[in-house]
């Protein structure tokens, strides 16, 4: 690599700004690409993205564009911040204008619908040729932002991506891991999306401490049982992109999906939940796909099935949460006893 490190950020939500402004405040050149161009003037003019992170300056390397080519044009790195199901598009409109010695690094924390791919695995089908990773872990945009105290995960199978991504983000209050586990690292990041729907739903019906401290437990047992079967490291679920992202996700206000739920048990519906957001919340998705492919393949997953009921189906929490007590007891760390041996 050069001295100054040329990188283009696609997507400019909350994330990917983050993530450029980042780059950009270590004094790298990075672009910023978002479809609208008039939002793109507007960053350039302003230096800052007034829809997502409002009054936050931004850094004057970042330079917004709509211009993909132009974007993408002499960039070592390229971060991919684009929601779940415009990201193979988005990948697409991009292929043309990438060299196989670009590093692709998806930032995006859902499944694509109809294939239930991750994101890696769309990178690998769409760009052959190219190294790629993922990152994932807690981060919340509006702390990083706020530069409070953050790390994450780059996993990659590939040395080089994980050594390239480590440096072009680490910074005083941005540090970051590394993992070989792609699969695990991204569906730790997907899957707890589905969880905070259900602690925002716990919080706003004033469910106690042992509730909560009972509901992220099982939670991580759920995932880490679901990722096992698709191949990923249980291991990796006791690291940042597993319980650490499941803690935030499931206890802060400022997770989307954790407010979504609170909505929920509030007495909302779902699309008034979703649609007083103002942004995506991944979980909601990733519920229905995630309850189709654990029936498929048979994974015990009860509080993915039970909240499925409380938002698809309308059932009374009261009424899922004692189905759930009621179910058969089993094993507490399936790594240590397999429920099949009870």
């Known amino acids: 690599m050069t001295d100054r490190v040329k990188v283009a950020v696609l997507g400019g939500g909350s994330f990917g700004t983050v993530i450029a402004n980042l780059i950009g405040s270590k004094g790298e050149q990075v672009h910023l690409w978002m479809r609208n161009a008039e939002r793109a003037e507007e960053i350039n003019r302003s230096h800052e993205n007034h829809r997502y992170l409002p009054g936050r300056p931004l850094s004057e390397n970042l330079t917004a564009t709509a211009d ?15 929601p779940s199901q415009s990201f193979r598009e988005v990948i697409r409109q991009a292929k043309p204008f990438l060299r196989a010695d670009q590093i692709v690094v998806s930032t995006t924390k859902g499944i694509e ?12 089908e769409e760009l052959p040729g190219n190294p790629i ?19 994450t995960v780059i996993a990659s199978e590939d040395e080089r991506v994980r050594t390239a991504v480590q440096q072009i983000l680490h910074c005083a209050f941005f540090r970051v891991y590394a993992s070989s586990d792609m699969y695990g690292v991204e569906l730790g990041g997907t899957l707890k999306n589905i969880y905070a729907i259900a602690s925002g739903l716990s919080a706003a019906l004033g469910m106690g401490e042992n509730t909560k401290s009972m509901l992220m437990t099982r939670s991580l047992a759920e995932m880490s049982r679901f990722a096992v079967q698709l191949g990923a490291n249980p291991m990796t679920f006791l690291g940042l992109a597993g319980v650490g992202d499941l803690i935030v996700t499931c206890s802060s206000p400022l997770s989307r999906n954790y407010r979504v739920g609170y909505a929920l048990g509030e007495g909302k519906t779902l699309e008034d939940a979703v649609e007083s957001l103002g942004e995506v919340a991944e ?3 990733t519920l229905r796909y995630v309850k189709e492919k654990a029936d498929e393949l048979e994974i015990y997953m009860p509080l993915v099935s039970g909240l499925y009921e409380v938002v698809f189906n309308h059932a009374p929490v009261s009424q899922v949460a004692k189905m759930m007590m009621l179910n058969t007891q089993s094993s507490d760390v399936e790594f240590v006893l397999p429920r099949a041996d009870l």
């Open 68 to 82: 993909l080519q132009r974007a993408l044009q002499d960039a070592e790195i390229v971060f991919v911040s684009i």
């Open 133 to 151: 990773g993922v990152i994932s872990g807690p981060n919340l945009a509006k702390e990083i932002v706020q530069q409070q105290l953050t790390a």
């Open 283 to 285: 979980g909601v998705n």
């Open 113 to 124: 619908a109809k294939s239930f791919s991750l994101m890696s695995q769309i990178l690998s």
